[in-house]
Antibody, heavy 117, light 112 residues
Framework: EVQLVESGGGLVQPGESLRLSCAAS????????IHWVRQAPGKGLVWVSL????????FYADSVKGRLTVSRDNAKNTVYLQMNSLRAEDTALYYC??????????WGQGALVTVSS | DIVMTQSPLSLPVTLGQPASISCRSS???????????LSWFQQRPGQSPRRLIY???NGDSGVPERFSGSGSGTDFTLKISRVEPEDVGVYYC?????????FGQGTRVEIK
């Protein structure tokens, strides 16, 4: 069974940092791209970032470019999302998702990030 | 960025009746490789999104046959042939043709 489990969410103040993890199992992790998608409370889905199989290719939405960094450790079947200089508008449920060409195949349960003073 | 526009945003339906959701893109979703990367996702209350349809009309494993996708170019549709109670939730279209990938605003399906 494919599983993606996010962790590391929490409450932080504006300007602080947080690192999310996405632990994968049930598929050959090293051959798949992994995406991050976020959903602000009561709002829709917004694509945030992706990382390719070996970590050399990453893309970011303009709204997070320069503040979020995605990385992966294929030996641990884990993707990380380092979030710096967090803002109130970054408050959201962050999902990691297994990608395939042009789509998102499986999703995790999400990690809640709340940025508030 | 490609803008995805869904309609309606709210869809009250009667159990056993059909339902249809429209998704329009601001540009053609035909990729240079000739494939149209348009997917549909279902998000039930309190749950993560689940993919129903990929590449316009391909149903995912385990998705009931009452769900179907159609369309081309910039105009796409998700149809539910007969709505059942477990279909309540929000449905999103998403384009994976051009970066950044973008979602529609979502359509909330509820039972009348």
């Amino acid at each position: 069974e494919v599983q993606l489990v996010e962790s590391g969410g929490g409450l932080v103040q504006p300007g602080e940092s947080l690192r999310l993890s996405c632990a994968a199992s049930g598929f050959t992790f090293s051959t798949d791209w992994i995406h991050w998608v976020r959903q602000a409370p009561g709002k829709g889905l917004v694509w945030v970032s992706l990382i390719n199989t070996d970590g050399r290719i990453t893309f970011y939405a303009d709204s997070v470019k320069g503040r979020l960094t995605v990385s992966r450790d294929n030996a641990k079947n884990t993707v990380y999302l380092q979030m710096n200089s967090l803002r109130a508008e970054d408050t959201a449920l962050y999902y990691c998702a297994r990608g395939e060409r042009g789509s998102l195949l499986h999703w995790g349960q999400g990690a809640l990030v709340t940025v508030s003073s | 960025d490609i803008v995805m526009t869904q309609s309606p945003l709210s869809l009250p339906v009667t159990l056993g009746q059909p339902a249809s959701i429209s998704c329009r893109s601001s540009q053609s979703l035909v990729h240079g490789d000739g494939t149209t990367y348009l997917s549909w996702f279902q998000q039930r209350p309190g749950q993560s999104p689940r993919r129903l349809i990929y590449k316009v009309s391909n149903g995912d494993s385990g998705v009931p046959e009452r769900f179907s996708g159609s369309g081309s170019g910039t105009d796409f549709t998700l149809k539910i042939s007969r709505v059942e109670p477990e279909d309540v939730g929000v449905y999103y279209c998403m384009q994976g043709t051009q970066w950044p990938w973008t979602f529609g605003q979502g359509t909330r399906v509820e039972i009348k």
